[in-house]
């Protein structure tokens, strides 16, 4: 009794897995930005109030199962811009790290009147986010990775000093429901695949993966068409759900356990297209990581620190001519990219210039051009150093402010690198979409 009574008091003395939490509600943002960005061009369609599920029916199937959503406040098309663009802003607030627990609670309300919408689009992911993320407001997820204005630190010292020793406890509370959530997840799944024939003969994975839903042409064909893969990949899986606890039990084989959960539900994203599903399962799984997320933070911050280390001065090579500073050329006959680039160059103030690249003083040749017409460039003496996302992270990353250093350092992190450039591409596909956007900011199909 006084030994678990020592463990009770342990784990209401400090929060555990901070960073962890902190992970999995940035990447359970950026799930809800990315079903918000991939349905935009289609919002009306899709979610509207004379879309193909009209408002009336949508109404009528919510008073039968008791659920709500905000859709159903009105049916004005005005109200549905306001509810999806308001969406689409509290995931980006969730994502980078600000709003904190307000923006969280917001993001899950509009999200869950957006799944009731239209609930046919689901895969599955919006079950889980359902549940985890009034979770996550129990915890200190916005304690790391995330943009801190002081807001909620001035608010906290109002608070007495009682109740804000229940901070940790609750922390600790949501992460250990978190945990619990997923191995029933992962246990249920695996005893409810254990009792069916195709899982027991070691087909089952034939099957699924021939699923007009669930086929990649090209590739699922390279699985299920190989005996040896079906039936070992059939068993693993099986295995792997129902034994996954017993490993996040052992504290050794916890993030064995978690990086081998990310690699199966990575592998479901690309066999059968359910990216989603797989990323919320993801993020959950980041829970168990955040010792690993620690350790991958620091070193990648001493090799920032040393790539920009001030080298000694050496004495000048009067035949190398000297380097231009770096330019961020973009497009400038799109209005919606002239004005997220002034936007973000008045808020940020970076301290490398922007400019259309109508406007720079060397040529382009046919390849810079093309890429230009999709992405933005940074360019350095007429060569090419990044481009899309990782474009923006750098020309964020001179910035004077140090949040905005640090979130371009993330968006460095390889776990987020390909993220943030399928988000790029998603909203570069739908620029003539946004706000300020005009004909010409239409994507063009090819360049001659």
């Known amino acids: 009794m006084k030994n678990l009574l020592r463990i009770l008091d342990r784990a209401g003395g400090r929060p555990l897995g901070v960073l962890g939490v902190s992970a999995t509600r940035l990447l359970l943002g950026f799930v809800g930005f990315m079903y918000y960005a991939s349905q935009y061009g289609d919002r009306a369609y899709l979610f509207g109030p004379q879309g193909v599920l009209p408002w009336t029916e949508f109404v009528g199937t919510l008073h039968e199962s008791g659920a709500f959503s905000l859709y159903e406040l009105s049916h004005s098309r005005l109200w549905f811009e306001l509810l999806f663009h308001a969406g689409i802003l509290a995931a980006i607030a969730v994502t980078i790290g600000v709003g904190g627990r307000v923006g969280l609670a917001v993001h899950w309300t509009l999200l869950w009147s957006l ?9 599955g992911g919006d079950n889980l986010a359902y549940l985890v993320i009034p979770m996550l407001l129990l915890t200190r997820c916005y304690s790391r990775l995330s943009m801190p204005s002081g807001l909620a630190r001035r608010l906290s010292k109002r ?8 901070s940790t406890p609750l922390h600790n509370l949501g992460l250990l429901a978190i945990a619990t959530q997923l191995c029933l997840v992962y246990v249920v799944s695996g005893l409810y695949k254990v009792q069916g024939q195709m899982w027991q003969d070691g087909t089952a994975l034939f099957y699924v993966l021939r699923v007009a839903e669930f086929n990649l042409p090209g590739v699922s064909s390279l699985v299920y068409e190989n005996d040896v893969l079906v039936v070992v990949g059939t068993y693993i899986t ?29 592998s ?13 399962m993801v993020a959950c799984d980041l829970i168990f990581l955040s010792r690993p997320l620690e350790e991958a933070l620091r070193r990648t911050s001493t090799l920032v620190k040393r790539a920009n280390r001030t080298p000694r001065p050496n004495p000048p090579r ?10 961020l050329a973009f497009d400038g006959d799109c209005g919606f990219c002239q004005t997220a680039v002034d936007r973000i160059t008045a808020t ?11 406007s720079l003083p060397h040529d382009l040749t046919a390849p810079h051009l093309a890429r230009l017409d999709h992405e933005v460039l940074l360019f350095q003496n007429g060569r090419v150093l990044a481009g899309g996302a990782q474009a923006l992270a750098v020309y964020v990353g001179h910035s004077p402010r140090r949040r905005y250093r640090l979130a371009a350092t993330a968006l460095g992190l390889p776990a987020i690198r390909g993220s943030a450039q399928l988000a790029y591409r998603a909203i570069s596909r739908n620029r003539r979409h946004m706000p300020g956007s005009s004909g010409a900011c239409a994507v063009p199909a090819s360049r001659p």
């Not at 479901?268 to 919320?280: D, E, N, Q, S």
Request: charged share 10%; hydrophobic share 55%; proline share 14%.
């Open 115 to 123: 799944y009731q919408r239209q609930p046919v689009l689901l895969d």
């Open 159 to 166: 608070v007495p000093g009682a109740v804000r020793a229940l």
């Open 238 to 266: 099986t295995l792997f759900l129902v034994y996954f606890p017993l490993g996040i039990l052992v504290p050794r084989l916890r993030p064995w356990a978690a990086v081998a959960s990310i690699g199966f539900h990575l």
């Open 268 to 280: 479901i994203a690309l066999l059968m297209g359910l990216t989603g599903f797989a990323l919320t």
């Open 318 to 327: 009067p035949e190398a001519p000297p380097a231009a500073p770096p330019v």
């Open 348 to 358: 940020v103030r970076p301290q490398i210039q922007a400019m259309a690249w109508q």
